[in-house]
């Protein structure tokens, strides 16, 4: 049996690109994140099938689509880090996105996103994530929400962000998103 006083956080990175700076975000945050937060960084992403709403008419889960939804099941919030293609969300992690959407597994769900990009970047991506998360009546933890910079040089060739600054503040977002969803005021906007 789960541990409650521990809040699982399920952290999903848009991007597939080895050396992301959307990925080494989430592992700073994971790794800096507070004592009673236990984040699993999502690897799945590259591995899931284009969505096809007749595979689950007819019962064929990908075994891919199957970890991912057991990932989100076993995971108290989700929060996310994307970086932003052709002004908008990268095609994998909407196709992701679009694995939930009739399976329910948003629904009700605590969420929220770093935007890592620079300056003037990632607010197409952003609101297109919000797009979709309202659409799949996800909870978005607007205080767990956060722009921060992490720039390439920040990460080191070891994939992770050696600032440590940036780290501490990465693990206060996750912290924030813990904080609501043991809070139930906070996740109603009390």
Not at 57 to 64: I, R, S
Not at 154 to 168: C, H, I, S
């Amino acid at each position: 049996m789960a541990d409650p006083a521990v809040v699982r956080l399920l952290l999903v990175s848009g991007s597939t690109r080895a050396g992301s700076t959307n990925t080494a975000a989430l592992r700073a945050a994971r790794d800096a994140a507070p004592g009673g937060v236990l984040a699993t960084l999502y690897d799945g992403l590259s591995d899931l099938p284009a969505f096809n709403p007749d595979d689950e008419e007819h019962g064929l889960v990908d075994p891919a689509v199957a970890s991912l939804r057991r990932q989100f099941a076993a995971a108290d919030g989700v929060l996310f880090c994307t970086p932003e293609y052709a002004g908008t969300l990268p095609g994998s992690l909407k196709n992701l996105l679009d694995w939930t959407v009739g399976h329910g597994d948003l629904v009700d769900k605590p969420v929220a996103w770093v935007n890592a990009a620079g300056p003037g970047r990632g607010e197409a991506a952003q609101a297109t994530l919000r797009t979709v998360l309202e659409y799949v009546s996800a909870v978005i933890v607007e205080d767990a929400c956060a722009k921060l910079t992490v720039p390439r040089d920040a990460v080191g060739p070891d994939g992770e962000v050696g600032d440590a600054a940036l780290r501490v503040r990465l693990g206060e977002i996750a912290g924030s998103l813990a904080e609501a969803i043991r809070d139930p005021r906070i996740l109603n906007g009390r």
